[in-house]
């Protein structure tokens, strides 16, 4: 990983609800309990990225009993069943732990799988009954890389999802998980993804952003930082990175919703780590001394690494 | 439109049709009533009830299915009335010299039997009745001829036939000399499922489902919206299969079974088991449309309003009638058919998707879905002696009073000889017992060190008619200990192998071995609506 400069300041990560005063708003309902105004502001976003940001900040604030409470005949039950689901899974990982496979006991992988398999028939019946239900299409996507169902139904998954929220980034990014080699995949079947998601997704598409996470992936999973470097700096992997920012980030149609900072986080840390500083000066000057906890997944001090590589972007002149 | 009459004492129906004459005679005998020692002799019997009509000529068949037996031809009155004749002196007096000639052909129709639904029954219902129709016709090899004439002089009887003729009159002059007998009631079904939905991982190729109800107009209509739904999920949006179909089969006993088949290609076998799930997922909270209904229900009017309607329904009426079901005219049937609400539809679905069976692809599981592992193992073992493999594998063979077993780690295979439904008996001394519920125990006395009296003790502790003697295996075939563990005698269904011994091809009929395994390979043939011929007994 990347040496930290010595002396500098971290910079903490934001979560959406220290970014969002809605969200902050929104979390404190759940905190309270209070599913109608959840339910509310959840059923008035307008797309699933916005949605499954929303979502994630009050998963673990409601409790089971508030979700099992929503009668079935009302309209808010599908979405309280999903998050129902989504906690099951939430619980599942929980028993199993994040570590290797090979360091997981029989007895967590019986409780692992029998959490999924729930959650599975519970989102199994919400998509049933609601096929546009693209937050529970989404679980079940992760749902099926827990238990190991394959590529092929990951991404009917995806692709029913997509019916109805065409070229969602959340999507993407799980599906690009999915595809990399620690899920039984390969980076070629990454690269030909994204090619897809470039052929298909039109300009300002928030979607685009799963082909700069596809690369990130790549980085990280690099044996060292010199050969993640190496592999970011092919002149036909820099000239994508610079292809997706013109079709995202750099594209007036481009909405990100609550993905602001993901996205301008995707092309700080690619273009940093590619060398091309001034590239990731814009994209430290939007996300205005903020970031997500994206940046915990590919380096070892996070906060360190951020200060750094703005510094080099901005310069102290130039600090936004 | 539907006329009734006798002829010598042979309920009779008679309905109009367009083109040629065609007639039948249907009995009440199937394979559901052989038992599983004896598999194939209707079929045999039917045969050789056929064999003196060796004229080529004319348009006649016969068909053996679970629960009846057709024979019926095309042609003028007087075809029929020599052909209907023939049959019934035939079966009065079996051709018993072409015995062994009708067992080859037999032999060699086999590689043709069976569709993609072929294994499911033997996962409900084990190796007896309504299962029976997952086996070779490993029975046949056996019979000789007081055998076969005793089975046609019991079934093949006058209570227990109905004559159908697709015409306005019988055909001058015929006669039916049959011997009286009796109305045979069906079998009456029993499941091995201790818990459904269920599924189990079968041959590759697609999936394969089925399902009961009791009989009602709703389950056609239901098939239809099924397959429909099928076909427009996994072909026209995902296009994940190619070919999808579904149909509803009254089984002769108040109830019917639903069948669903989705064909996948290699490497979208996972993506079909979703799919598939999906789709079942759909019908089971409600989510059909009168759209749907009504689309489904216009394709069935047209076919029940086809000039040969009356005709076509005449072998299915046959069949409810030797059943006890109500007999329905055209009219009637569409008048069911328009009484069909959405609530009739899901009332259906819920029937059929909770009693429900799952084959999915090798590599699938459905645990995920809500569906049981069906058991491929017993749940316990027979008290007794035990002996443990000469080759170290672990394995141990339990000799009891009651039965075998074959143990090893945590699976047991057991057959209890009361409960035995065949001995497969191979002149080395390998006893092959299968039980009612199809589980399967390999006892290879030279891989364990069991007594000398082994293969004498079990062959005295069942009934002889249920031995089937097996040519001898050729020296190489028969498995002898060696020092490292052989593999595979538990089939992988569901979860991990087990280890343990007794793997013997032997002359490669099918694969012996123990627990619950497919006792044959290579049947497995998608096919748009490649049902077997026992489907398609009854009207409605």
Redesign the interface.
Same mark, same amino acid.
């Given at each position: 990983m990347l040496p930290a400069v010595p002396f500098q300041m971290p910079v903490p990560e934001s979560e959406p609800v220290d970014l969002y005063t809605e969200l902050r708003r929104l979390a404190a309902d759940a905190d309270r309990g209070n599913w109608p105004a959840v339910a509310a502001f959840l059923g008035g976003l307008r797309g699933l990225d916005d949605l499954a940001v929303a979502c994630r900040q009050v998963e673990e604030r409601l409790s089971d009993d508030v979700l099992q409470r929503v009668p079935a005949t009302d309209p808010t039950w599908l979405l309280a069943q999903t998050l129902l689901g989504v906690r099951t899974v939430q619980r599942g990982w929980g028993i199993r732990g994040t570590g290797w496979a090979r360091n997981v006991t029989r007895q967590q992988w019986a409780g692992f799988h029998e959490h999924l398999n729930r959650a599975e028939q519970i989102l199994i019946e919400v998509t049933a009954r609601e096929p546009r239900q693209g937050y529970a299409w989404l679980e079940r996507m992760i749902i099926c890389r827990g238990i190991s169902l394959g590529h092929d139904e990951a991404r009917r998954r995806y692709d029913r999802l997509s019916v109805h929220h065409p070229h969602a980034y959340i999507a993407g990014y799980h599906l690009i998980q999915q595809l990399q080699p620690k899920w039984g995949g390969s980076w070629e079947k990454v690269a030909e993804f994204s090619a897809e998601l470039l052929r298909s997704a039109p300009p300002g598409s928030i979607g685009l952003l799963a082909v700069v996470a596809g690369h990130m992936e790549r980085f990280g999973a690099a044996d060292n930082d010199a050969e993640g470097t190496a592999l970011l700096r092919d002149p036909k992997v820099v000239a994508q990175i610079h292809a997706v920012a013109d079709v995202t980030v750099r594209h007036p149609a481009f909405q990100p919703g609550y993905r602001y900072h993901t996205a301008h986080d995707w092309f700080a840390m690619l273009f940093s780590l590619i060398g091309d500083h001034a590239a990731a000066a814009p994209h430290f000057r939007a996300l205005a001394g903020r970031r997500t906890p994206l940046w915990s997944e590919y380096f070892d001090k996070p906060g360190t690494a951020y200060a750094n590589l703005r510094d080099r972007a901005l310069g102290a002149s130039g600090r936004g | 439109m539907l006329h009734r009459t006798e002829v010598d004492g042979v309920p009779t129906l008679l309905a109009p049709g367009s083109g040629p004459m065609t007639a039948g005679l249907t009995f009440r005998v199937g394979l559901a009533d052989e038992g599983a020692a004896r598999i194939g002799i209707t079929h045999l019997v039917e045969h050789l009830a056929l064999h003196r009509h060796g004229v080529a000529d004319y348009h006649y068949n016969g068909a053996t299915g679970s629960v009846v037996t057709h024979f019926h031809m095309q042609g003028s009155e007087s075809d029929i009335v020599t052909y209907l004749e023939m049959v019934c002196d035939s079966l009065a007096n079996l051709p018993v010299q072409r015995l062994e000639t009708e067992k080859a052909i037999l032999r060699t129709e086999a590689a043709g039997r069976g569709g993609v639904n072929r294994m499911l029954p033997m996962w409900r219902y084990g190796a007896q009745h309504y299962g029976l129709v997952s086996y070779p016709e490993w029975g046949i090899d056996r019979l000789g001829p007081d055998d076969v004439q005793s089975w046609a002089n019991a079934w093949f009887t006058r209570a227990n036939a109905v004559l159908w003729i697709s015409g306005d009159r019988v055909p001058p002059g015929l006669r039916l000399r049959l011997p009286a007998g009796t109305l045979r009631p069906v079998p009456v079904a029993s499941t091995m499922l201790p818990a459904t939905p269920a599924y189990f991982t079968g041959a590759g190729g697609g999936v394969v489902f089925d399902g009961i109800m009791r009989r009602h107009p709703a389950g056609s209509v239901f098939a239809l919206m099924l397959e429909r739904e099928l076909f427009r999920s996994l072909r026209q949006e995902?296009g994940?299969s190619y070919a999808a179909s579904a149909s509803y089969d009254p089984r002769g006993d108040g109830f019917a079974v639903v069948t669903a088949f989705a064909d996948a290609l290699p490497?979208?076998? #996972? %993506?079909v @088991? !979703? !799919?598939f @799930?999906?789709v079942l %997922? !759909?019908f089971? @909270?409600g989510?059909i449309t009168q759209t749907d209904l009504d689309a489904v229900r216009a394709k069935r009017d047209e076919a029940l309003r086809h000039p040969d309607a009356h005709a076509g329904r005449l072998p299915g009426l046959a069949a409810d009638l030797l059943t006890g079901a109500r007999l329905r005219t055209l009219d009637q049937l569409r008048g069911q058919l328009y009484a069909v609400t959405l609530a009739d539809v899901h009332d259906a679905a819920l029937q059929v998707l909770g009693s429900g069976l799952l084959q999915v692809p090798p590599g699938s599981r459905a645990?995920? %879905? #809500?569906f049981a592992a069906a058991p491929t193992t017993s749940t316990d073992a027979v008290p007794g002696h035990t002996y443990r493999a000469l080759d170290g594998s672990g394995a141990s063979l339990v000799l009891g009073a009651d039965g075998v077993s074959i143990v090893e780690g945590e699976c047991r295979a057991t057959v209890r000889y009361r409960s035995c439904a065949v001995v497969h008996a191979w002149p080395d001394g390998a006893r092959q017992l299968i039980g009612l519920d199809g589980i399967a125990v390999l006892v290879e006395p030279a891989l364990f060190a069991a007594p000398a009296d082994t293969t004498a003790r079990i062959d005295r502790s069942v009934h002889p008619s249920i031995i089937l003697p097996m040519p001898a295996r050729r020296p190489d075939d028969i498995p002898r200990p060696s020092p490292a563990p052989t593999t595979g005698a538990f089939p992988s269904s569901t979860g991990p192998v087990p280890r343990t011994v007794g793997v013997l091809p032997p002359g490669g009929e099918f694969p012996p071995a123990t627990g619950r395994f497919p006792p044959f390979t290579g049947l497995f043939r998608p096919a748009a609506g490649a049902f077997p011929p026992a489907a398609r007994e009854f009207g409605a």
């Open positions: - | 995902s994940l490497e979208k076998q #996972g %993506a @088991v !979703g !799919g @799930v999906d %997922a !759909g089971r @909270v989510r645990d995920w %879905a #809500g």
